[in-house]
């Protein structure tokens, strides 16, 4: 139901749109690795579609967190808060089957 638009135009824009966003949020370096996926989830109480955020810092720490909605419906305002960065970070041995 959802791989029609997978590789759409809108679609993929929203996804760039999302990472200069999140660039911005964080101050992230322009050559800073961010990946933004939107996953369709099966799981009961998950939302049908969210959108993951990952990224990487200059010493190599990953930072993730989830948007619960689609791509497409995400705003600026929907980001985490700078001052939460912390929180965000992924602890080493840390696994998950979203980023």
């Not at 996953?39 to 998950?46: D, I």
């Not at 190599?60 to 989830?66: L, P, Q, S, T």
């Amino acid at each position: 139901m959802f791989s029609s638009n997978k590789n759409s135009p809108a679609r993929l824009h929203a996804l760039e749109r999302v990472k200069s966003w999140t660039r911005e949020r964080f101050k992230l370096p322009d050559g800073s690795t961010i990946f933004a996926a939107e996953l369709a989830c099966a799981l009961p109480g998950c939302p049908p579609l969210e959108t993951v955020i990952s990224f990487w810092n200059a010493d190599g720490r990953r930072y993730h967190f989830k948007i619960f909605k689609p791509v497409a419906e995400i705003a600026a305002e929907d980001l985490p808060y700078a001052w939460l960065l912390e929180a965000l970070a992924v602890p080493e041995n840390f696994e998950c089957d979203c980023c």
